[in-house]
């Protein structure tokens, strides 16, 4: 069985969210912070519980310091697959 479009992107975005905040150094806590969201919002985005918003997209990849577009493309591990 395949995993829907609407999994794959939510997937995506759960995984690079986390690897960029990690990246940062921030804490979901401080992220929230951020973009103006609760802490168990950041977490639950990350756990691919939450369909979100544009505009929170927006938020987060401001936040970031990231484009909405590299916050919803899968990235590649070594062998240059897709990791997603």
Known sequence: MTSSPNCSLRATLA???????????????????RCGLHRTYIGSVER??????LSTLEALAVS???????????RKDH????SN
């Open 15 to 33: 995984e690079n969210l986390r690897l960029l905040r990690k990246a940062r150094q921030y804490s979901q806590e401080e992220l929230a912070d």
């Open 48 to 53: 691919q519980e939450r369909n979100v918003s």
């Open 79 to 82: 062998d240059g697959k897709a």
């Open 64 to 74: 970031l310091e990231v484009s909405v577009v590299e916050l919803l493309t899968p």
